[in-house]
């Protein structure tokens, strides 16, 4: 079974994410920021992580750089240029931007693309 680890400040949207992944048979973990992400990672190893940008706690900048060796894709609702986009994607392991809001269909195509289900 694939682990996802979403990574989001929005509680709702969190669990409204962990329904739809569980639903398709994924362990679905949730954190609330970039620390709690961060202490969670020293128990268990996602296939990927759903990384909210804006967050309070460490920057999402800082921990990427500590996150070398998982899948990371953006999960946003915040706008950015195409090529502010591909300079927060310079770092190997973050493979994705998936922006909000999205159809739950969407979401669910591009997480089993991504971990490769």
Known sequence: MK???????????????KRILDKEGYETIIALNGDE?????KEVKPDLILLDIMMPGTPVVELTQKIQDIKIAYLSAVKISQSDKENMMQQKNIIDFISKPFEREELIAKIKELVGD
């Open 37 to 41: 992400c961060f202490n969670k990672l």
């Open 3 to 17: 682990i996802i680890m979403v990574v989001d400040d929005n509680e709702d949207l969190g669990r409204i994410v």
